[in-house]
T-cell receptor
Framework: ETGVTQTPRHLVMGMTNKKSLKCEQH?????MYWYKQSAKKPLELMFV???????ENNSVPSRFSPECPNSSHLFLHLHTLQPEDSALYLC????????????????FGPGTRLTVL | AQSVTQLGSHVSVSEGALVLLRCNYS??????LFWYVQYPNQGLQLLLK??????LVKGINGFEAEFKKSETSFHLTKPSAHMSDAAEYFC??????????????FGRGTSLIVHP
């Protein structure tokens, strides 16, 4: 397995369910990101982890809870979501950490298509 | 603060025609600039990036972009469009973050439509 993988690729859940999205990177990177991509809206940065520490949280509702147990894995725990949370959730990784910012490139996973009923 | 504007949410060209996707940026320091492409049901993939070296940057799949500081632009071009170029294209800008992660700001994206 290479690059950035995400599971599941598709998820349908009710508003009272609890589910988790998983991201794994096989690139030896130090930084990982969660993005939300909704139709007709810009890509929204949700969370950033660098060296397993959260460094950015763009005022995301508490119904989204990230977890980064190590530099290769990133989770997004979901509970009591709303229909407007339906979107494509993208995970990305980059060298980050002690890497050179000028050459830091993000590598994206294929995304999880989330539908909240 | 950094920002990026992509002019035109949709661009339509004929196969074989020139592709021009526009991107203008705003940055308080010399920026790093990126173009990413997203094919249907996939994540974003880097096409090319500008990191203060040559102003004309060549990327994958025959794409290139020119950094013009005076115009604060970083437009993406390809001399001859292929059907396989049909996708969503995103311009991104970053000022870099010292000592840690590198966090870009993305534009809204431009959908490239290629007609036979």
């Amino acid at each position: 397995e290479t690059g950035v993988t995400q599971t599941p690729r598709h998820l349908v859940m009710g508003m009272t369910n609890k589910k988790s999205l998983k991201c794994e990177q096989h690139l030896g990177h130090n930084a990982m990101y969660w993005y939300k991509q909704s139709a007709k809206k810009p890509l929204e940065l949700m969370f950033v982890y660098s060296l397993e520490e959260r460094v950015e949280n763009n005022s995301v509702p508490s119904r989204f809870s990230p977890e980064c147990p190590n530099s290769s894995h990133l989770f997004l725990h979901l509970h009591t979501l709303q229909p407007e949370d339906s979107a494509l959730y993208l995970c990305a990784s980059s060298q980050g950490g002690t890497g050179e910012p000028s050459t830091d490139t993000q590598y994206f996973g294929p995304g999880t298509r989330l539908t909240v009923l | 603060a950094q920002s990026v504007t992509q002019l035109g949410s949709h661009v339509s060209v004929s196969e074989g025609a020139l592709v021009l996707l526009r991107c203008n940026y705003s940055s308080s320091v010399p920026p790093y600039l990126f173009w990413y492409v997203q094919y249907p049901n996939q994540g974003l993939q880097l096409l090319l990036k500008y990191t203060s070296a040559a102003t004309l940057v060549k990327g994958i799949n025959g794409f290139e972009a020119e950094f013009k500081k005076s115009e604060t632009s970083f437009h993406l071009t390809k001399p001859s469009a292929h059907m396989s170029d049909a996708a969503e294209y995103f311009c991104a800008v970053s000022e870099g973050v010292s000592g840690g992660s590198y966090i870009p700001t993305f534009g809204r994206g431009t959908s490239l439509i290629v007609h036979p």
